[in-house]
């Protein structure tokens, strides 16, 4: 008999994509220009799986979705940090790609086809209400938080679909979203984002 393996890793995230503010995907609805493109980032900040350490490590995923988010299709690339070593890639290969099960599970049911897995020199920093992130020369991210009531955060809970389940997401304004691998191009400004803390578990 097989044993799953016991994994927990927590620390922030921050994404953006092409929709305008606040990108309707959450909500089950339609992509602002019928498509999705999306840059989701992940800092972790103490996390294992199983006796493997991954504490500090940093990854991110390119996805397009042709239409819906929840009617699937979505091509994805997965970059790891080439910080980490072989057994940590293997690790976060496992959980990010869904293999050891948790809510990227679910996430890779929409999968329609992996591009890649690849090591990157990955940079994430936050900031107060700003985040940004560099994937090698592949990519590049940057956003700020809107300024809601009060100077407060403008929040979205209990959205039907999103990255992190039962965690409210702070709607942001990304001034920088570049990619270019895997024969996708894109550069926008202006558009949404979102970023929250993250607590993940499998299986």
Same mark, same amino acid.
């Given at each position: 008999?097989?044993?799953?393996?016991?994994?927990?890793?927590?620390?922030?995230?921050?994404?953006?994509?092409?929709?305008?503010?606040?990108c309707p995907c959450v909500?089950?609805?339609?992509?602002?220009?019928?498509?999705?493109?999306? @840059?989701?980032?992940? *800092?972790?900040?103490?996390?294992?799986?199983?006796?493997?350490?991954?504490?500090?490590?940093?990854?991110?995923?390119?996805? %397009?979705?042709?239409?819906?988010?929840?009617?699937?299709?979505?091509?994805?690339?997965?970059?790891?940090?080439?910080?980490?070593?072989?057994?940590?890639?293997?690790?976060?290969?496992?959980?990010?790609?869904?293999?050891?099960?948790? *809510? +990227?599970?679910? @996430?890779?049911? +929409?999968?329609?086809?992996?591009?890649?897995?690849?090591?990157?020199?990955?940079?994430?920093?936050?900031? $107060?209400?700003?985040?940004?992130?560099?994937? $090698?020369?592949?990519?590049?991210m940057e956003v700020q938080?809107?300024? $809601?009531?009060?100077?407060?955060?403008?929040?979205?809970?209990?959205?039907?679909?999103?990255?992190?389940p039962g965690e409210p997401?702070?709607?942001?304004?990304?001034?920088? @979203?570049?990619? *270019?691998? %895997?024969?996708?191009?894109?550069? +926008?400004?202006?558009?949404?984002?979102?970023?929250?803390?993250?607590?993940?578990?499998?299986?």
């Amino acid at each position: 008999m097989v044993t799953a393996t016991e994994w927990d890793i927590r620390g922030t995230y921050f994404e953006s994509c092409n929709c305008e503010i606040a990108c309707p995907c959450v909500f089950l609805s339609a992509p602002t220009t019928g498509e999705c493109t999306v @840059l989701i980032a992940w *800092h972790i900040d103490s996390g294992s799986f199983a006796q493997t350490n991954l504490n500090g490590l940093n990854v991110a995923l390119a996805a %397009h979705s042709p239409g819906a988010m929840t009617q699937g299709d979505w091509k994805v690339a997965l970059y790891i940090d080439e910080q980490s070593n072989q057994t940590q890639q293997e690790a976060l290969t496992q959980i990010f790609s869904g293999q050891s099960g948790g *809510h +990227f599970a679910l @996430l890779a049911s +929409f999968i329609g086809e992996v591009l890649g897995v690849t090591t990157a020199a990955i940079d994430y920093k936050a900031d $107060g209400r700003s985040r940004s992130l560099t994937v $090698g020369n592949l990519a590049a991210m940057e956003v700020q938080a809107i300024e $809601g009531g009060g100077g407060s955060e403008v929040t979205i809970s209990n959205n039907p679909l999103g990255i992190v389940p039962g965690e409210p997401m702070v709607v942001a304004k990304a001034s920088q @979203l570049t990619y *270019h691998d %895997h024969g996708m191009d894109w550069d +926008f400004s202006g558009k949404n984002a979102y970023y929250s803390p993250f607590v993940y578990k499998g299986p």
